[in-house]
């Protein structure tokens, strides 16, 4: 009676696991197959138990799944008793023909041998967990997690060059500002410059004719020696007037006017120059010139906080565009004059050879610690008190630098100070031309 309810019980657990369980003979003929073989096979108990497991499922890798079967019941040479199993755990991935297509399935396999009292095998149990939807569920995710990530790159991509292109707007609309400026200012100061510059040449002029008269009367101031009273007279008015000394002074004063005439006027050339933002097509220019120009520029930012020395190598004419450029040594310049605290120096030097040119500019500030020293090129980063800077000037000068196919490097030790190169192809390499489709 115990065995009857023990089989029972055995019968009843196997029907019910949601798991596959079939049994095999040596001749690989079925001789037991669960509830959960026959749902998901689609094939119920009556139409397998008794036929060859290979003939009801021909989709089977048969060689495979055979030498896998034959390893177990090749067991009776081991010394097991009856009541030792010994399970083989493999994966199994077939393809299952259903209607309208074929069903990929996943499953843990567990071969586990039957014995006689005698260690002999006589059938192998095979256990089917099935992890189809688990596999699929963890391909799925790893394949949206690979998706993400990609999104994640394209947004890290996006952001920089928002980034980018924000800087560029407000550089382009704060030198568009400027340049707006400079020719108003430009055009404002030009008119006074003009006619005071010609009214300080037709009064050298002038002055000089009225010299010359004076002269003459001088000459004239000889022949009075016969009327005491008038040649006193005159004498005392030259006395007064201090002739000799206005003689002198007066042209010295009307040269310098002239010279500072000319100087403003050099200034306001510079300022046109530097601030062309409609000047954007390449063409061959030199860098020494417009590093001078900006330099005149920038002068009131400088000329109180550092001594500039020159060591200019005399550098050819490179084809860029030369308003960007000087974007670029403005840049430079006025981050070198703020690094200095209280007096010191700003080095400019320049070189070149067969290959390239380029312009140093180097000042003996406070230096840029190692931690900021790679990010000083980043878009938005300063180590400027707040509302001192944007972060923006030198990448935006980096960016210059680089569509000019060129590099901008920098080299800082803190205490002693900051060299910033700015390098350029002597020969600007052809930009490869996008066929139109």
């Not at 050298?204 to 022949?223: D, P, T």
């Not at 310098?256 to 530097?274: W, Y």
């Not at 001078?292 to 520029?297: F, G, P, R, V």
């Not at 180097?362 to 878009?379: A, M």
Request: charged share 25%; with cysteine.
């Amino acid at each position: 009676m115990t065995e009857d309810i023990d089989r029972g019980l055995l019968e009843f657990i196997v029907e019910r696991l949601e798991a596959g369980v079939f049994v095999i003979d040596h001749d690989y003929r079925i001789v037991l197959w669960n509830r959960f073989m026959a749902m998901h096979s689609q094939r119920p108990a009556a139409d397998v138990v008794g036929r060859n497991l290979f003939e009801c499922f021909p989709e089977l890798p048969q060689k495979w799944l055979a030498r896998k079967i034959e390893s177990v019941f090749i067991l009776k040479n081991y010394a097991f008793t009856s009541w030792e199993q010994r399970p083989f755990l493999f994966r199994f991935n077939h393809n299952r023909p259903i209607t309208g297509g074929i069903d990929a399935m996943r499953q843990n396999c567990i071969l586990l041998p039957q014995k006689d009292a005698g260690g002999e095998v006589q059938h192998v149990c095979v256990t089917l967990l099935d992890y189809t939807d688990t596999a699929m569920y963890q391909m799925r995710l790893n394949e949206l997690i690979g998706e993400l990530k990609q999104e994640k790159a394209a947004q890290q991509e996006l952001i920089k060059k928002l980034e980018d292109t924000q800087g560029q707007l407000l550089q382009s609309e704060k030198m568009a500002s400027v340049g707006q400026l400079a020719a108003g200012v430009a055009h404002e100061i030009n008119n006074p410059i003009g006619f005071v510059n010609s009214n300080l040449g037709s009064l050298k002029g002038q002055v000089e004719n009225m010299l010359s008269v004076l002269s003459a009367y001088e000459e004239v101031e000889k022949a009075l020696t016969g009327q005491p009273d008038l040649l006193t007279s005159l004498q005392q008015a030259k006395i007064a007037a201090d002739l000799d000394f206005l003689r002198d002074d007066i042209l010295d004063l009307i040269n310098e006017s002239l010279d500072g005439v000319q100087r403003v006027k050099t200034i306001v050339e510079n300022l046109r120059d530097f601030s062309r933002v409609d000047a954007s097509e390449w063409h061959h220019a030199n860098l020494e010139k417009g590093l001078e120009s900006t330099l005149n520029i920038v002068w009131n930012e400088i000329k109180y906080k550092a001594e500039v020395k020159k060591e200019y190598a005399g550098l050819p004419e490179i084809e860029c565009i030369a308003a960007q450029i000087n974007q670029v040594f403005m840049n430079l310049l006025v981050n070198a004059a703020h690094a200095i605290e209280e007096r010191g120096t700003i080095t400019l030097r320049t070189g070149f050879d067969e290959r390239e040119v380029w312009v140093e500019v180097e000042d003996t500030g406070c230096g840029i610690r190692p931690e900021n020293l790679k990010r000083v090129f980043e878009p938005f980063f300063t180590t400027k008190p707040v509302g001192k800077g944007t972060g923006l000037g030198l990448s935006l000068a980096y960016g210059i630098v680089q569509r000019h196919q060129g590099r901008l490097d920098v080299h800082s030790e803190v205490g002693k100070g900051t060299t910033f190169r700015l390098t350029l192809p002597l020969n600007r390499a052809a930009e490869p031309r996008s066929d139109a489709s």
